[in-house]
């Protein structure tokens, strides 16, 4: 069983950078790909990243790509993501989820980390 927890969440003025972490455990770290989402209120969760752990390579949702960039370290056993020039639109709950490379579904999820930018 994979274990995921993301930290990071909190307070952001508008204009700065959130980093959010996602630690990853219970497998081979390498044989998963792990993407970022997130989810304002009353609205559907959308995509934002993913990342192969094993390659690192990564792709980006249009809406997100210019100002996010994900990452990892392998020796950390750890995703994270960044968002630099944060709006109050950024504010959500984010979600680090993660499936086996070869699976098609995304099958662990993390409990969420909330970001609220301020004004």
């Known amino acids: 069983q994979v274990q995921v927890v993301e930290s990071g969440g909190g307070m952001v003025q508008a204009g700065g950078s959130l980093r959010l972490s996602c630690a990853v455990s219970g497998r081979t770290f390498e044989n998963y790909v792990m993407g970022w989402f997130r989810q304002a209120p009353g609205k559907v969760r959308e995509f934002g990243s993913v990342i192969n752990l094993s390659q690192g390579t990564t792709n980006y949702a249009d809406s997100v790509k210019v100002r996010s960039t994900v990452s990892r370290d392998k020796s950390k056993n750890t995703v994270y993501l960044e968002v630099n020039s944060v709006r109050p639109e950024d504010s959500a709950d984010y979600y680090c989820?993660?499936?086996?490379?070869?699976?098609?579904?995304?099958?662990?999820w993390g409990q969420g980390s909330q970001v609220t930018v301020s004004t």
């Open positions: 989820a993660g499936r086996w490379f070869r699976d098609s579904t995304l099958n662990y």
